[in-house]
């Protein structure tokens, strides 16, 4: 298994631009996030899925959407992006709806100028 | 709503010292209780957990006791040595609020020779 994987590792926008950062997983989990990593501020939560075709916002889900066609992938768009969304962004998947292990990928870090 | 407080870093110590890394909670239901590891350039991975109060987590050295009575969670190491050197991030899961996991700030640790 590749766990989860996440795509570019790095990316520099400029304000306004739109990009996709893509995240896959082959353990067939059930429930994906993803999150913003900030200095000081841990980790946050942007949007999560609880399986294919559901998805609901965390705790800072402006600026970005989300979607899940598919078991295994679930890609963060940036609509219009800003410097304000400058970050590590981390995707994990969970196997069931107890409480149980998260798996990270190796993480995208963004810069927009 | 649920939130995670954990020690302020850095923290630098010499090899071979005990290591306690603090950890409270609010959770309104009844939480599982992780914590994470986050090396250089890397994504964070589950260092240990416990489930319900008075459990004790541990791994690679590492313990921590569900304390339900204080709200805590504290993360220690009788020897550290300079490859635990990485941020460690205190974490809890409520799925009774029907959200997943919330993150402290993080507390980076560095071990010297």
């Known amino acids: 298994n590749a766990g989860v994987t996440q795509t570019p590792k790095f990316q520099v926008l400029k304000t306004g631009q739109s990009m996709t950062l893509q995240c896959a997983q082959d353990?067939?989990?059930?429930?994906m996030s993803w999150y913003r990593q900030d200095p000081g501020m841990g980790l946050r939560l942007i949007h999560y899925s609880v399986g294919a075709g559901i998805t609901d916002q965390g705790e800072v889900p402006n600026g970005y959407n989300v979607s899940r066609s598919t078991t295994e992938d679930f890609p963060l768009r940036l609509l219009s992006a800003a410097p304000s969304q400058t970050s590590v962004y981390f995707c994990?998947?969970?196997?069931?709806?107890?409480?149980?292990?998260?798996?990270f990928g190796p993480g995208t870090r963004l810069t927009v100028l | 709503g649920d939130s995670v407080t954990q020690m302020e870093g850095p923290v630098t110590l010499s090899e071979e010292a005990f290591l306690t890394i603090n950890c409270t909670y609010t959770?309104?239901?009844?939480?599982?209780l992780f914590w994470y590891v986050q090396y250089p350039g890397e994504g964070l991975q589950l260092l240990l957990k416990?489930?319900?109060?008075?459990d004790k987590g541990s791994n690679k050295g590492f313990e921590a006791t569900y304390r339900k009575e204080t709200t805590s969670f504290h993360l220690e190491k009788g020897s550290v040595q300079v490859s635990d050197s990485a941020v460690y991030f205190c974490a809890l899961s409520d799925w009774n609020t029907g959200n997943q996991f919330y993150f402290g700030t993080g507390t980076s640790l560095t071990v010297i020779p």
């Open positions: 353990m067939n989990h059930e429930y």
């Open positions: 959770a309104t239901g009844y939480p599982s």
């Open positions: 416990a489930t319900k109060a008075d």
């Open positions: 994990a998947s969970t196997r069931d709806r107890e409480p149980d292990t998260q798996y």
